[in-house]
Nanobody, 123 residues
Framework: QVQLVESGGGLVHTGDSLRLSCAAS????????VAWFRQALGKEREFVAG????????NYADSVKGRFTISRDYAKNTVYLHMNSLKPEDTAVYYC????????????????WGQGTQVTVSS
């Protein structure tokens, strides 16, 4: 079993920055991928960014390229989402997800999910 705990959400203004954290514990194995998804009110949950734990393959949604950066800390078994130049349209609940296979943007292929953390960007 795998547990994911997110932290770092909050209320910020347009142009501000935030860093989200996703700490993984349990039987992850050595070949897995971690991704961030977000779900705005009344919308589908969408892929934001993802990283393969080994090998370092990274993928971003077009809407966040150049503003968000995903990174990992091996020692802490934690994945971070650094969010810069935040916009009101980034407002959503952000979820961390993990799958014990290759990185993908397809949310239905992720086995484990965190509880979500709210990010609100005011104009």
């Amino acid at each position: 079993q795998v547990q994911l705990v997110e932290s770092g959400g909050g209320l910020v203004h347009t142009g501000d920055s935030l860093r989200l954290s996703c700490a993984a514990s349990g039987r992850t194995g050595n070949n897995y991928a971690v991704a961030w998804f977000r779900q705005a009110l009344g919308k589908e949950r969408e892929f934001v960014a993802g990283i393969a734990w080994s090998g370092g393959s990274i993928n971003y949604a077009d809407s966040v390229k150049g503003r968000f950066t995903i990174s990992r800390d091996y020692a802490k078994n934690t994945v971070y989402l650094h969010m810069n130049s935040l916009k009101p349209e980034d407002t959503a609940v952000y979820y961390c997800a993990l799958r014990t296979s290759m990185l993908t943007v397809l949310r239905n292929l992720y086995n484990y999910w965190g509880q979500g953390t709210q990010v609100t960007v005011s104009s």
